[in-house]
């Protein structure tokens, strides 16, 4: 009797902590920290957080003088002190850490965390795995440190950057695809109702195809020739080939995402199209990706 009363308990929470992560998300009010927030897509989707009624944001970005314009001019363009700029590295567990200290003095809570840092350079394969993989890492456990119901937050999400990468193999790229796929995986794990149900934060996981940003038109010289001497050539011709889509495609997507998405939710967006929700094996129909 014991048991089916544990069981039917295990089913109510599960259904109430399903319905909680399903309810659209209201940005007015919020407070949120973007990593990698000076260029590209994390530039682009403060933008968008603050377009829709996102109060303010912390921008966090290792290079210093385009953290401090963009700062400046996304206050220009949405008001004064809406955004502040925490210089820091996030492969650093201290100035991380800090970085979230200070945001949480000024602001005083936090209700969206954006991992959006990343590192792409193959002939630094350690920067790669300490930015993409320990610094999303660090950023979702400072995240659920500050926002957790039960650590004194108010709840909240927190939507980590993967990459289409981390789901399709990319041979040209093969430790950031590794590092993505880290990404992805440790989502969905963390993403569990039983992990929701104690913290209410959702975890969010979202894969950018190609994208025009500062790094992309170099990215055929981010490859490592090391065990094959034409993969440099090899990443070129791709390129020349590959259907990129705009920064501001995925920063629509990840205010769609953070609005929409269900706790331990993986998300694609490509070729400039809306952003979908996929399926893994063992969680229902497993949707087709490169057919999308």
Not at 115 to 141: K, S
Not at 240 to 248: D, L, R
Request: proline fraction near 3%.
């Amino acid at each position: 009797m014991q048991y089916i009363n544990l069981l039917f308990l295990l089913l109510a929470l599960s259904v109430k902590y399903s319905l909680l992560t399903t309810r659209e998300f209201d940005f007015k009010d919020k407070i949120a920290l973007v990593t990698g927030g000076a260029e590209g897509i994390g530039l682009q989707a403060i933008s968008e957080l603050l377009q829709n009624g996102v109060k303010g944001v912390t921008l966090v970005d290792i290079n210093a003088n385009k953290g401090q314009e963009a700062t400046k001019a996304l206050n220009e363009k949405f008001g004064k002190s809406k955004v502040i700029f925490v210089h820091a590295d996030i492969s650093s567990e201290q100035q991380f850490e800090d970085a979230f200290k200070t945001s949480i003095n000024h602001w005083k809570v936090l209700d969206i965390v954006i991992n959006n840092a990343a590192f792409v350079d193959e002939n630094n394969w350690r920067m790669i795995i300490n930015v993409n993989a320990v610094g999303t890492l660090q950023g979702t456990f400072l995240g659920l440190k500050y926002m957790s119901k039960n650590m004194g937050g108010r709840g909240g999400v927190i939507l980590n950057m993967s990459s289409i990468v981390g789901i399709i193999p990319a041979p040209i790229f093969p430790v950031y695809s590794a590092t993505k796929s880290f990404v992805l995986s440790f989502g969905r794990s963390l993403g569990d109702q039983v992990h929701y149900g104690y913290n209410e934060v959702r975890i969010l996981t979202l894969c950018p195809g190609l994208t025009r940003t500062g790094g992309s038109v170099d990215i055929a010289n981010l490859t490592s020739n090391t065990f094959n001497p034409h993969i440099i050539e090899i990443a070129a011709e791709f390129i020349t080939n590959a259907v990129m889509q705009s920064a501001s495609n995925v920063a629509n997507a990840v205010v769609h995402v953070l609005r929409t998405g269900p706790n331990g939710s993986v998300w694609i967006v490509k070729d400039g199209e809306p952003p979908f929700q996929i399926d893994f094996p063992g969680n229902g129909s497993s949707q087709k990706i490169n057919n999308r």
